[in-house]
């Protein structure tokens, strides 16, 4: 055991990027993923709406750390060796795209029927239709939901640390097995993930309330 | 592909499984019924207990909802004894449940009781009800109604983080198949069983729930 140095508190906050880094693949990751979902479970095909349905219930119905396992476990059954890295951006990705995709599922069923019914009396074809009519009055509603969500994000990365991939959280751990200092250590992690999460779920909060004000 | 499925190996360990999920249904069972004595007390004192009090609250409630589970798992485990207050893995994830569930129940327990119209509790007083009787034929039911799929979906979310706790080697199914795996050297099928089991639970507790709702709370159909 040794004592707590200054390099030590530099790098938990250094590993900090890792956090960042992860949260915004995996968000943007899941943005694709997520919309695929929202579009399939929306659209007019019955097949790929069962299919997106499934996918959510899937992963809205096993936990974050069983996906993050078996994205770390599965690609090696088919002879591919994935790093923690790949595992968790994998892992964290796919989690995310079924939990975008049913809140924008959501967001897009706000939208009144008359809307898609006259865009579609103007000649408007699918595409045209969601990407000019549909998908800009949706997004106003899915600002709050979404933002709240990657708050949800940024707090499950923490789990790629159980995977062996260096975060903050596995900074954290990995200092603290040298130092033992748990209560000063963990203390400082909760810090930064707070001054990194509460900022947007305080944002999300307030366009949610300006929304609802607006509806009245 | 040329992977050799052995799912017999994890099958041989189904006493260590079915253990396991007993133990997690237990833990999220518990953690639920204690976190909703906190959700219910901190809700009362955040509607209607003193200033200061309402502060403490909300920063309860922000700084557990701002911070990965992970971590107040690890606080309570192993920042914990730094102060003298050594816990059990067991008991630990039971208080880290609890601490984390009671603060996304505070804001439900809330809702459910700024939903209640203060005129139906006046009509009930005006029809000579005696305040229990209001409580129970006026405000209750629809209370109830208010928050029930708000906290039947806490509770699977509280079931499958709790999975989480088998970072501190808590007694449940994650930390069962992690058991298993460390002997017979099957990963996937150990984590791809569990994962079938969890997934399980879940459709298990989201019918029954359905069903509850559909047999005692089904809401008047307006005419």
């Not at chain 2, 409630?61 to 107040?72: A, G, K, M, V, Y």
């Amino acid at each position: 055991m040794r004592t707590l140095s200054e390099g030590d508190i530099l790098f938990i906050l250094l590993a900090v990027r890792w956090t960042l880094l992860l949260s915004l693949i995996a968000f943007l990751g899941g943005a694709v993923g997520g919309l695929a979902v929202a579009l399939a479970r929306t659209g007019e095909i019955r097949a790929l709406r069962l299919l997106a349905r499934g996918y959510i219930t899937v992963f809205q119905g096993t936990p974050l750390l069983m996906q993050l396992f078996l994205a770390f476990f599965v690609p090696s059954i088919f002879g591919i060796n994935v790093d923690p890295w790949t595992a968790a951006a994998l892992g964290l990705s796919l989690h995310a795209s079924a939990f975008l995709g049913e809140i924008w599922r959501g967001s897009i069923e706000t939208v009144p029927h008359g809307q898609t019914e006259a865009a579609t009396a103007l000649g408007l074809r699918y595409w045209p239709r969601m990407a000019l009519v549909v998908v800009p009055q949706a997004v106003r509603i899915a600002i709050p939901p979404t933002i709240g969500f990657l708050v949800q994000l940024i707090k499950a990365t923490s789990l790629a640390s159980i995977i062996g991939f260096v975060e903050l959280t596995r900074a954290a751990q990995i200092i603290n097995n040298a130092t033992f200092r748990p209560f000063t250590l963990f203390g400082l992690v909760a810090l930064v993930y707070f001054v990194i999460c509460w900022p947007l779920s305080a944002y999300s909060r307030r366009i949610e309330r300006k929304l609802t004000l607006a509806s009245r | 592909m040329t992977y050799e499925f052995e799912f017999g190996e994890v099958f041989a360990y189904w006493p260590e499984l079915a253990a396991g999920a007993a133990h997690t249904l237990v833990l999220s069972t518990l953690a639920m019924a204690i976190g909703m004595v906190v959700a219910v007390l901190g809700a009362l004192a955040k509607t209607s207990g003193p200033v200061w009090l309402r502060w403490i609250i909300d920063a309860y409630i922000e700084l557990i909802r701002n911070t990965p589970f992970l971590i107040q798992i690890f606080l309570i485990f192993f920042g914990l004894p730094s102060i003298g207050l050594r816990l059990s893995p067991d008991a630990a994830a039971l208080t880290a449940l609890v601490v984390n569930v009671g603060a996304y129940g505070i804001e439900i327990i809330r809702a459910g009781i700024e939903s209640i119209d203060g005129g139906q509790i006046e009509a009930g007083r005006s029809l000579g009800m005696k305040p229990l009787q209001i409580f129970r034929y006026v405000v209750l039911k629809p209370a109830i109604q208010a928050i029930y799929p708000a906290l039947t979906s806490q509770f699977i979310l509280l079931m499958l983080n709790s999975s989480v706790c088998s970072a501190i080697a808590a007694s449940e199914l994650t930390a069962a198949a992690g058991d298993i795996q460390s002997r017979n050297f099957r990963s996937f099928e150990v984590y791809l069983v569990v994962t079938g089991i969890y997934f399980a639970l879940s459709v298990v507790l989201w019918s029954a729930f359905a069903g509850i709702e559909q047999a005692f709370l089904r809401k008047p159909s307006r005419r």
